[in-house]
């Protein structure tokens, strides 16, 4: 090759190198650019998405329903006149259309199809379903719990159908503490494992009894051991014995019981009943135990249970919505 070609072709090829690395180059750093972005625009996210969302508890609108004859199929058009995105139901609230097909396929499907419609409707996202009424899971005899495990299949079902992530159940069970737990245990596993592939998580929430001492409870979703089975903590009902309703003969500390509870939380029901004349529920300290829930680390709905007497229900729903957004809004 003569030096001329030899010189002129080496630097064709360089050229046709430099174009080509220097592309190449170009590319690696748009990828790393586009990736940083990518990057800030989560963190972004991140920390302008609400750490917490609201949801409301059917069970806040009982009255409406049982005494005033509101339609419970309302309740996705309710909750959103109020102010929430999510909805959780309670069974009881169904069960006179429900039993008088003792809870047959087709009637759970109706529950299911009409549910669905309304909360698609009303853009509502459905969250949980509370159920009560199908049996104790904590009974010390094992047929009537294994009995009590497989009523709770259909709502399983229905869940899962519904598009929520969780059924809250009750452990009622023993009087005997180490006959409680192991039964709580066995009663838990079994329905947890049928929930497992349905991505449904069974959640107790501290309801009476046992089921209301921090300790214990936690005790067993240890012993569980099972990614869908967790807690679903209650900010108020840590009475342990009743004595004559409201007068409680043995209360659990509330805020210790929260604290124990909330690692295993997949749900939180912010129970409310007065409030004084600054809006601040007068039996729990709010402040106090919404930093135990942000402080384990819990993100998601926030449900709002209003139980009280002394206001209407819409009233007391708005006054417990009203003072988390405020506490919402002074932690950001």
Known sequence: MKRRNFIQNSVQLGMALTLLFGTYACKQQNKKQESAVAEISEEVIEETEPQFKLSLAQWSMHRMVREDGLDPYKFAEKAKAWGFAGLEYVSGLYYPELEKDNFSEEAMKAFVD???????????????????????????????????????????????????????????????AEEWT?????????????????????????????????????????????????????????????????????????????????????????????????????????AKMMK???????KGYV????????????????????LLIKLFEASE
């Open 114 to 176: 009409k549910s669905n419609a309304e909360a698609e409707k009303h853009g509502m996202e459905n969250v949980l379903i509370m159920i009560d009424g199908q049996g104790d899971l904590a009974t010390p005899d094992a047929t009537e719990r294994k009995k009590a495990v497989e009523n709770h299949y259909k709502w399983v079902d229905a869940a899962a159908a519904m598009g929520c992530h969780t059924i809250r159940v009750n452990l009622n069970g023993s009087n005997d």
């Open 292 to 298: 135990i829930v942000k402080d384990a680390g819990y």
């Open 303 to 322: 449900g709002v249970e209003y139980e009280g007497t002394e206001m209407g229900e819409e009233e007391g729903i708005i006054a417990t919505r009203d």
């Open 182 to 286: 192991g039964a709580s245990i066995d009663g838990l596993t079994q329905l947890a494992t049928y929930a497992k592939p349905k991505n449904i998580n069974i959640t107790v929430e501290n309801h009476g009894g046992f089921s209301s001492n921090g300790v214990m409870l936690a005790n067993v979703m240890k012993e569980v051991n099972m990614d869908n089975c967790g807690t679903l903590p209650d900010f108020g009902n840590f009475c342990m014995k009743w004595a004559e309703w409201p007068e409680c003969d043995d209360w659990y500390d509330r805020y210790k019981g929260m604290e124990e509870l909330m690692p295993y939380a997949k749900a939180v029901s912010a129970k409310s009943h007065d409030f004084d004349a600054d809006g601040n529920e007068i039996h729990s300290d709010y």
